[in-house]
């Protein structure tokens, strides 16, 4: 494959790398401004940091976009420099590049009924305004970067020059965000290291659990296996571990979300709205570390998300075309599809793909997968195509029906088939695999999904399975088992979907 030059990062550190945040913001500040007593709204909303001049949407479409990120800025929400105690805390080494480790579009309808959270892996390769093809996570500190050394040649002071280069920087990430989403950002919430340790400290720790003991000493990583209750510097150990992780960066983010689906489930408990002293300290918390930007009315939004449950919170993560990419020049990327990254999320919210003529459902029913069982027919080259597919909508929780190559009639176009058009089944189906279209075939019992691959597929495989034939293909009629020839693997989706609404964390690796 050929790329351009990537644009550089921002300097890097010198010591670890930087900690990767995951944090609750939109529970958070619902909470604390929902629970506050209303006579400290306005002391509230005055200490809050603001961002201006960020070009952003007005929620025309129905809902509220937010762009919800993580940086590894050692200041806090309103510039001022850390502590060296706070610095040790966070096990934060002394040069960072302004690099945003954590990126989360969030959706929430103007009812306020649900909320869904989607992760960019911090490592997708984009096409970032003024500077090409880059890491998504470098946006916002090379355009900064690069604003910054622009305006001091021009004779800006410092302070000019830095209030000028961050808005330049966040300008790129949230054009960069909407270019590979297809969403219009409508507002922006900022994150630093302080943050996340003052609201999982605020919340006294979140509940988290792992498979295996794991003892990793790059990001200090050091916890047994089951269940366990993190804050502090354990928590952000706990998020930004990535290495002896089975699919590295997936795992991470798979991580990160089942955190920030334990900590909205802990701010919306009884116990935190029934306690002064834990809103005291959220807002505390919030006023220090987060970065809103300026036309955002959060008052009106907490009233919207003031009915807003746990379990309406889900967390999904965007399909990558390989997780081990790299460059012409050596550099390890994330391959993302913009089109394809369009239609998932389109899929995921309810819209048509903005740059598709792909005829996918407009709504992605709420269906129990472990009911479904789906046929996977490859009708493509691609060697090994039907295994991967099916063993990556396992992974999201759907049995797992007749696998194997097809022998119908000529196929174009990737399809979900089943008995009815209205087969909600077929719809989910269609949506977690990247928005695909439906379509009746009356041969299929009633309750029976099929998809049916050709060689326009770019949705989720697993990398496991891909390329290979397992005892489970078929030479059912119809289906012949696959072929391994001529195919690169992609990774696994990070697994079923996450909510805040589960009784207890979800173990992870």
Sequence with gaps: MSHEQPAPDAPPSTARRPIHIAVAVLSVLALVVTGFAWRSIDSLRNNLATAGGLGLGGSADGAVDILMVGTDSRTDAHGNPLSQEELDSLRAGEEVASNTDTIVLIRVPNDGSSATAISIPRDSYVDVPGIGMSKINAAYGATKETERLKLVED???????????????????????????????????????????????????????????????????????????????????????????????????????????????????????????????????????????????????????????????????????????????????????????????????????????????????????????????????????????????????????????????????TTVFAHSADDDSAKAVAAALGGLPTDTDATLPEGSVRVVLSSDYQGPTSAETTGTTTSSESSETGLEPASTAGTTPTPAPPGPPIDAGSSGPRCVN
């Design 155 to 413: 004779g800006a002071s410092d302070k000019e020059a830095e209030e000028e280069s961050t808005k330049a920087g966040r300008e790129a990430l949230i054009q960069s965000v909407a270019d590979l989403t297809g969403i219009t950002v409508d507002h922006y919430a900022e994150v630093g290291l302080l943050g996340f340790v003052l609201l999982t400290n605020a919340v006294g720790g979140v509940d988290v659990c792992l498979n295996e003991p794991v003892d990793e000493d790059m990001s200090g990583a050091h916890f047994p296996a089951g269940e366990q209750t993190l804050k502090g510097a354990d928590a952000l150990s706990f998020v930004r571990q990535r290495h002896d992780l089975p699919r590295g960066d997936l795992d991470r983010i798979v991580r990160q979300q089942v955190f920030m689906a334990s900590l909205v489930g802990k701010v919306l408990s009884a116990k935190t709205l029934s306690d002064p002293g834990k809103l005291n300290e959220l807002s505390g918390a919030v006023q220090r570390s987060v970065v809103l930007d300026d036309d955002w009315d959060i008052i009106e939004f907490a009233t919207q998300l003031q009915d807003l449950a746990g379990g309406k919170v889900q967390f999904e993560t965007i399909p990558v075309a390989d997780l081990n990419g790299t460059t012409d020049y050596g550099e390890s990327i994330v391959e993302v599809k913009p089109k394809d990254v369009k239609r998932y999320v389109a899929g995921l919210v309810g819209e048509e793909p903005t740059d598709s003529e792909d005829t996918t459902t407009s709504e992605t029913p709420k269906i129990d997968a472990s009911t479904v069982t789906v046929d996977v027919a490859n009708a493509s080259d691609v060697g090994g195509l039907a295994n991967g597919v099916a063993d990556a909508l396992t992974s999201l929780g759907y049995g797992q029906g007749e696998v194997g190559n097809y022998t119908g009639a000529s196929v174009s176009e």
